[in-house]
């Protein structure tokens, strides 16, 4: 995951901003006096800040951060005030989690809202904050998201050339059927039974088995995607323990080396987030075990606690996703990929009439659009492609599938080079293979049984060579070419053994 691909290493400087931010979050509460309960709170909130609020526009993201305090300040207030009385804390947390996983429905600014005012409530716990220390923590997380928002938007502005991350696609339904509301449903069990079983076997450190079931739900929206969300969160928990035995363990909270050592894990878990959600979790387990050492309560044991914490949380969402209202992963699959063809019709279009003269069209968004699309999709094709599935047939289409529109999306990246350059020309060739790429795009995506649909492609074929000096009709033959072979996996029975032609 840190040799895989950055362009323009956005991932890279969102990390180091990310580092920045923080730190200038902690030394504000530092130099204000405040505790380290609250200095910790303030890292945190400042962390929630660069990492969740992912709105398309910067006019967006500030409003949303703005609003951060709106959602998290009465959890807070709520929470520490609800701390000796563990029945009614526990009900307002469950109620957190609904609403919190329900606002995701408003899109990046609900999930960003609900996100941050769970992990309000989360904290109060992690550091058993009381109501006398309520408003220092407000104080801290004002200074946490004055900082967070001084990094983000003045001091080091990263514009984006590419629309945010795609969420889950809406599929159909109402009611319980929306997926949000599902979700929200789910969730709340999952957390409902993390939430006993953790207190069975801690009163003191229950809240990691709620917030890994939360967390397992962030970002999924399939029965397969969550469980192979839930076993990679084990794994890096696992890896993490290990290392804090190594690491944490010796320092015992030692301050300077212990504040780099959480820089480090705050940069790891901005960079490691998109390629592997197990090294994610890597990080935040070591961060989280160089936290308890500040705190002074770090020994073996609390780590080998975490861990069995983090089981259940990964049992109770496992058991949500398998028997309340689950969502098959093949069709959240079908809704990525759909959108993914798509996106190369759009791009494609768009190129043509760039190198037709027009130059409002803009085929690069497009372009930045599909390859969030693809990564979505391997996400989404991580539980068929898993090691430990059982069913070959559908791995075998499954990395086809991902193999084609890896392809799919290198030819529209060559085609979005060559529309750029004001030299690169226009005839009816490439209006030709334009035209024929649109038709295979069309062919899988009509519904089955439409007319048109189990065609691959019409009008005439792509010849056999093309000169290289024409690279424009070389992307669009490669793009075709890749869209023709996608019909044998995604058009046939998905149990039948895969013939894959040459």
Same mark, same amino acid.
């Given at each position: 995951?840190?040799?895989?691909?950055?362009? /323009?290493? +956005?991932?890279?400087?969102?990390? &180091?901003?990310?580092?920045?931010?923080?730190?200038?979050?902690?030394?504000?509460?530092?130099?204000?006096?405040?505790?380290?309960?609250? #200095?910790?709170?303030?890292?945190?909130?400042?962390?929630?800040? %660069?990492?969740?609020?992912?709105?398309?526009?910067?006019?967006?993201?500030?409003?949303?951060?703005?609003?951060?305090?709106?959602?998290?300040?009465?959890?807070?207030?709520?929470?520490?005030?609800?701390?000796?009385?563990?029945?009614?804390?526990?009900?307002?947390?469950?109620?957190?989690?609904?609403?919190?996983?329900?606002?995701?429905?408003?899109?990046?600014?609900?999930?960003?809202?609900?996100?941050?005012?769970?992990?309000?409530?989360?904290?109060?716990?992690?550091?058993?904050?009381?109501?006398?220390? *309520?408003?220092?923590?407000?104080?801290?997380?004002?200074?946490?998201?004055?900082?967070?928002?001084?990094?983000?938007?003045?001091?080091?502005?990263?514009?984006?050339?590419?629309?945010?991350?795609?969420?889950?696609? !809406?599929?159909?339904?109402?009611?319980? $059927?929306?997926?949000?509301?599902?979700?929200?449903?789910?969730?709340?069990?999952?957390?409902?039974?993390?939430?006993?079983? /953790?207190?069975?076997?801690?009163?003191?450190?229950?809240?990691?088995?709620?917030?890994?079931?939360?967390?397992?739900?962030?970002?999924?929206? #399939?029965?397969?995607?969550?469980?192979?969300?839930?076993?990679?969160?084990? *794994? /890096?928990? =696992?890896?993490?323990? $290990?290392?804090?035995?190594?690491?944490?363990?010796? &320092?015992?909270?030692?301050?300077?080396?212990?504040?780099?050592?959480?820089?480090?894990?705050?940069?790891?878990?901005?960079?490691?987030?998109?390629?592997?959600?197990?090294? @994610? @979790?890597?990080?935040?387990?070591?961060?989280?075990?160089?936290?308890?050492?500040?705190?002074? =309560?770090?020994?073996?044991?609390?780590? *080998?606690?975490?861990?069995?914490?983090?089981?259940?949380?990964?049992?109770?969402?496992?058991?949500?996703?398998?028997?309340?209202?689950?969502?098959?992963?093949?069709?959240?699959?079908?809704?990525?990929?759909?959108?993914?063809?798509?996106? =190369?019709?759009?791009?494609?279009?768009?190129?043509?009439?760039?190198?037709?003269?027009?130059?409002?069209?803009?085929? $690069?968004?497009?372009?930045?659009?599909?390859?969030?699309?693809?990564?979505?999709?391997?996400?989404?094709?991580?539980?068929?492609?898993?090691? &430990?599935?059982? %069913?070959?047939?559908?791995?075998?289409?499954?990395?086809?599938?991902?193999?084609?529109?890896?392809?799919?999306?290198?030819?529209?990246?060559? &085609?979005?080079?060559?529309?750029?350059?004001?030299?690169?020309?226009?005839?009816?060739?490439?209006?030709?293979?334009?035209?024929?790429?649109?038709?295979?795009?069309?062919?899988?995506?009509?519904?089955?049984?439409? !007319?048109?649909?189990?065609?691959?492609?019409?009008?005439?074929?792509?010849?056999?060579?093309?000169?290289?000096?024409?690279?424009?009709?070389?992307?669009?033959?490669? +793009?075709?070419?890749?869209?023709?072979? *996608?019909?044998?996996?995604?058009?046939?029975?998905?149990?039948?053994?895969? =013939?894959?032609?040459?």
């Amino acid at each position: 995951m840190f040799t895989a691909p950055d362009p /323009g290493r +956005l991932r890279l400087r969102n990390s &180091l901003r990310a580092v920045i931010g923080v730190f200038l979050a902690v030394a504000a509460a530092e130099l204000s006096g405040l505790s380290l309960t609250a #200095s910790i709170t303030g890292g945190l909130a400042a962390l929630l800040a %660069l990492f969740t609020v992912l709105d398309p526009s910067v006019r967006a993201q500030r409003a949303t951060t703005a609003l951060l305090p709106v959602a998290g300040f009465p959890v807070l207030a709520l929470a520490t005030t609800l701390h000796g009385m563990p029945a009614v804390r526990d009900a307002a947390f469950l109620a957190v989690v609904l609403v919190g996983v329900y606002a995701r429905r408003w899109g990046p600014r609900g999930h960003a809202l609900g996100i941050f005012a769970f992990m309000m409530f989360f904290v109060t716990q992690f550091l058993h904050a009381l109501p006398a220390q *309520l408003p220092e923590l407000y104080a801290a997380v004002g200074l946490a998201l004055l900082a967070a928002g001084a990094v983000r938007f003045l001091l080091w502005p990263i514009e984006r050339h590419t629309p945010p991350a795609p969420a889950p696609p !809406a599929l159909p339904g109402r009611g319980l $059927a929306r997926p949000t509301t599902r979700q929200a449903v789910q969730a709340t069990a999952a957390c409902a039974f993390a939430l006993l079983v /953790g207190q069975a076997l801690s009163h003191e450190r229950w809240y990691w088995a709620v917030g890994t079931a939360w967390w397992i739900f962030v970002n999924t929206a #399939s029965r397969g995607e969550t469980l192979v969300r839930g076993f990679r969160r084990v *794994l /890096g928990t =696992v890896v993490g323990i $290990a290392a804090g035995l190594l690491i944490a363990v010796p &320092l015992d909270g030692a301050p300077a080396p212990t504040a780099a050592l959480v820089a480090v894990c705050v940069f790891g878990i901005f960079y490691t987030a998109a390629p592997s959600y197990s090294w @994610m @979790m890597f990080f935040v387990t070591v961060m989280a075990g160089l936290l308890y050492g500040l705190l002074g =309560v770090l020994h073996p044991g609390l780590l *080998l606690l975490r861990f069995q914490e983090t089981a259940v949380g990964a049992l109770g969402a496992a058991l949500a996703v398998v028997l309340i209202l689950p969502v098959t992963t093949h069709a959240v699959n079908e809704a990525f990929i759909q959108r993914a063809l798509h996106c =190369v019709r759009a791009a494609t279009a768009a190129a043509l009439d760039r190198l037709a003269g027009d130059d409002a069209a803009d085929p $690069a968004p497009h372009a930045a659009e599909l390859d969030l699309l693809l990564g979505r999709a391997r996400t989404a094709l991580a539980p068929l492609v898993h090691p &430990l599935s059982p %069913l070959r047939a559908r791995k075998a289409r499954a990395r086809q599938v991902l193999a084609l529109l890896g392809d799919c999306a290198r030819e529209v990246r060559g &085609l979005v080079a060559v529309a750029a350059d004001p030299q690169a020309s226009h005839d009816a060739r490439l209006a030709a293979a334009c035209w024929r790429v649109e038709a295979a795009v069309e062919a899988l995506t009509a519904p089955h049984g439409a !007319a048109g649909a189990e065609t691959p492609a019409g009008g005439p074929r792509p010849q056999a060579r093309t000169r290289a000096d024409e690279p424009a009709l070389v992307h669009l033959h490669g +793009l075709e070419h890749a869209l023709v072979a *996608l019909h044998a996996p995604l058009r046939t029975d998905p149990r039948s053994p895969l =013939v894959i032609s040459a």
